[in-house]
């Protein structure tokens, strides 16, 4: 099958273009919206509230006696929301920060949905087979999920200052007047809402990690956070569709977890390589500023050198200099030659150019602005205290 | 009968200890939902090694479940030390891969098998006394119950041997850096302790009880005291109270023993979020409220020291006046009241009059300020 072939395939195939439409959309929905998750350092927040709606979904299973996909979802969501308002509390009015809150929330939730799946389970009739796997992967209707899903990111758009300062600002927006605790309220009840439609579709694990690593692969790329929201979007999608399509490709490839390794690839791919952020950039950065330094380094021993002769352009034995700045010397000779700060004399000796001279003055002024103009033949000691 | 139900509490006391004492300085740290992380983590281990074994019971699958214990904390360290995510993130980044992974290394290669992370780490504890520890056919009790003594104690002699080093890390990693504690190693050894202490937990008493008692009880505490020692104690024995009330609440409604134990724990942490005599919700509201008060005498006896003895006193003072002069809502005219009582202010014709007392507290006020 050649590439056309597949990708004939890819779009005519109906599962593959419904599910890869379905992974799109909630690529984008968890990607922007976790953005928000991450900068108020709720990242966790997926996790914790996929937990805390089972004993939401448990009692309302208990109260009506039916499998009715809209009165669990309504009970999952229920309890999911008022398990973030706990957190949202606890953070709050305690000194304990977002870990401790989730975590205190998704264990106390969870084990209280057990002890109500324990009662259900002695309920006489059979209907509860089943009910622990709603939450974990029960296909709900496309239409309900889109709905959710663009109310979500109709809603970040329309509160898009708003929640702009509320994740870099809270002080700042309370003193401006902004109404914090209710953008708080409905920015997590945003993310909730996002959760507990994408729980039904992807379960609990692939949610969390959507909700994470598209915006956490976005932050390394960009310091804006509307560059940030179109990329955790893209990143989303990307992941998204990525994953469908390696899953109809491989043989047994689920395509849930296919979708979160892709999302990793994302987000490991930026955190090594993405612009002045990644790690990759980092050390290349690193070693171009000590290459530098000791270019320089060599440079100014030339010149001191030069003018203790009395002419900074006198030359001196290449390896005078190698005994002073070590085996690296040889070749920062040869890149100065390169450029044309240093020109070598057919005797092997080493010394300043015009412009070899004019970039060491340049340095040694902004190094040491104090310092009197280290001009032509004045033989002085570099600096006094303050330049050092 | 009762030695079953003896038994079955221990182990979950023992459970809770362990956990609380490393717990806490999860919770200190930050990263309380490391050991949440752990709890999806073990699937890889355990599919890893049975993929080498292909043996579902071999003691090996344990051994990889705890080594990926010990690769996700690694990982989240090593994530955390590139600076570029915070704590939350970087959990969130570990997590869902390496629980992927497992998924789909089991459906490439082990879908005719059933494989489960509760084949290999029990996580029941109504199970717990069943399997005992046998040595030379005499009974020594629960396996578990000496499994998790051991962890405890493990945590135990860590927390004493490094207790310094713990404490400074935790509050202020950047003293510690330079007084020459090297943080991240601290930080990478008590996070071991953790895999250790989490993995042997989910096998006695299942991922979400042990989940819940490594964050559960160390939150509680820190809402109930400012001490290190006091908060580590705490959180032991509201651990251990959990634990033993969560029994009892589970054998009289005959309900899921784990469940009832994390429900009870959250019982306490709400208990001390709306109760705690410091950080609780109504000691806060009353503190705020004695503020509002207090905050109103002070300002009611300046004013009338600003006016005191001015052509503007007789309407100023007029105790009738003071809410619309000091731009206060009509509840407040009670403060005129209050500050009588206080010996503060006397009444003369209507007039509010500092004695001397008042007059001195004003002075202070305008001196110092109102607090």
């Known amino acids: ?388 | 009968m009762i030695g079953l139900q003896l038994e079955i509490q221990l182990v979950a006391v023992l459970a809770a200890a362990a956990c609380a004492l490393s717990g806490t300085f999860l919770v200190l740290r930050r990263v309380a939902m490391i050991s949440d992380a752990i709890s999806h983590t073990v699937l890889l281990g355990v599919v890893v090694m049975f993929l080498i074994t292909r043996d579902l019971h071999s003691p090996r699958l344990v051994v990889g479940a705890a080594l990926t214990g010990l690769g996700t904390v690694g990982l989240v360290s090593l994530i955390l030390r590139t600076g570029l995510v915070r704590e939350d993130a970087a959990i969130g980044l570990v997590f869902p891969l390496l629980f992927s992974i497992a998924v789909i290394l089991i459906s490439g290669y082990a879908d005719y098998v059933h494989i489960d992370v509760d084949m290999v780490l029990l996580g029941e504890l109504a199970f717990a006394p069943f399997d005992r520890l046998e040595v030379n056919g005499l009974d020594l009790g629960p396996r578990r119950a000496w499994l998790m003594g051991a962890i405890l104690a493990l945590n135990l002699i860590f927390l004493l041997a490094l207790y310094k080093e713990l404490k400074l890390t935790a509050f202020d990693p950047g003293l510690a850096a330079v007084l020459g504690f090297s943080p991240a190693l601290v930080h990478t050894l008590h996070l071991g302790v953790v895999s250790v202490t989490a993995v042997g937990a989910f096998d006695a008493v299942g991922a979400v009880l042990a989940v819940a008692l490594f964050i559960v009880p160390p939150a509680t505490a820190l809402l109930l005291s400012d001490r290190l020692p006091a908060v580590i104690a705490l959180a032991v024995v509201i651990g251990a109270a959990a634990a033993v009330g969560g029994y009892w609440v589970a054998h009289t409604f005959d309900t899921s023993i784990a469940g009832s134990m994390a429900t009870l724990g959250g019982v306490f942490f709400g208990l001390a979020f709306l109760g705690s005599p410091t950080q609780g919700l109504a000691a806060r509201a009353l503190r705020h409220r004695r503020q509002r008060w207090d905050f109103a005498l002070r300002l009611l006896v300046m004013h009338l020291l600003t006016h005191e003895g001015t052509a503007a006193e007789a309407h100023e003072a007029a105790a009738e006046e003071l809410p619309a002069h000091l731009r206060w809502e009509p509840r407040f005219a009670a403060v005129a009241r209050l500050a009588e009582q206080a010996g503060l202010v006397e009444r003369r014709n209507g007039l509010l009059v500092l004695t001397p007392r008042g007059r001195e507290l004003a002075r202070e006020v305008m001196l110092y300020g109102t607090g």
């Open chain 1, 1 to 388: 099958m050649g590439p056309l072939d597949l990708l004939l395939f890819l779009f005519s195939d109906y599962t593959v273009r419904t599910v890869g439409a379905g992974a799109v959309l909630m690529g984008v929905t968890s990607g922007v919206l976790g953005v928000y998750a991450l900068l108020r350092r709720q990242s966790l927040l997926g996790d914790a509230m996929s937990h805390a709606a089972l004993p939401g979904l448990a009692l309302a299973f208990l109260l009506t006696r039916s499998k009715e996909s809209a009165f669990l979802l309504f009970g999952a969501a229920l309890a999911a929301w008022v398990g973030a308002l706990g957190v949202i509390a606890i953070t709050s009015y305690t000194r304990l920060k977002a870990d401790a809150a989730l975590g205190v929330v998704l264990s106390v939730f969870f084990g209280f949905g057990l002890v109500l799946l324990t009662a259900i389970q002695r309920l006489p009739t059979a209907a509860q087979a089943g009910l622990d796997k709603f939450l974990f992967g029960q296909a709900a209707t496309l239409l309900q999920r889109d709905v959710l899903a663009v109310l979500a990111l109709g809603a970040v758009v329309l509160g898009w200052k708003e929640f702009k300062l509320l994740s870099f600002d809270p002080a700042f927006a309370a003193v401006q007047g902004f109404p914090v605790r209710l953008l708080d309220v409905v920015l997590t009840s945003l993310l909730v809402l996002a959760i507990v439609a994408g729980l039904q579709t992807v379960g609990v694990v692939l949610m969390s990690a959507m909700l994470i690593a598209p915006a956490a692969a976005a932050r390394q790329w960009t310091d804006r956070l509307s560059t940030m929201v179109v990329l955790a979007a893209v990143f989303g999608a990307a992941a998204g569709i990525g994953g469908v399509i390696l899953s109809s490709l491989g043989d047994s490839l689920p395509t849930g977890p296919t979708i979160v390794v892709c999302a990793s690839l994302l987000v490991y791919g930026s955190l090594l390589f993405a612009p002045h952020r990644g790690l990759v950039w980092q050390r290349l950065v690193a070693a171009r500023r000590q290459r530098t330094v000791r270019a320089l380094r060599v440079l100014t021993q030339l010149y001191w050198l030069g003018t203790q002769h009395g002419d900074p352009f006198h030359p001196h034995p290449a390896g005078a200099l190698r005994a002073l700045g070590g085996p690296g010397v040889p070749g920062i000779l040869r890149e100065l030659t390169a450029r044309n700060w240093v020109r070598r004399l057919p005797d092997g000796r080493v010394g300043l150019t015009e412009e070899g001279l004019a970039a060491v003055r340049d340095f040694l002024r902004e190094a040491e602005p104090e310092a009197p103009a280290p001009a032509g033949s004045e033989a002085k000691a570099p600096g006094g205290e303050a330049g050092r």
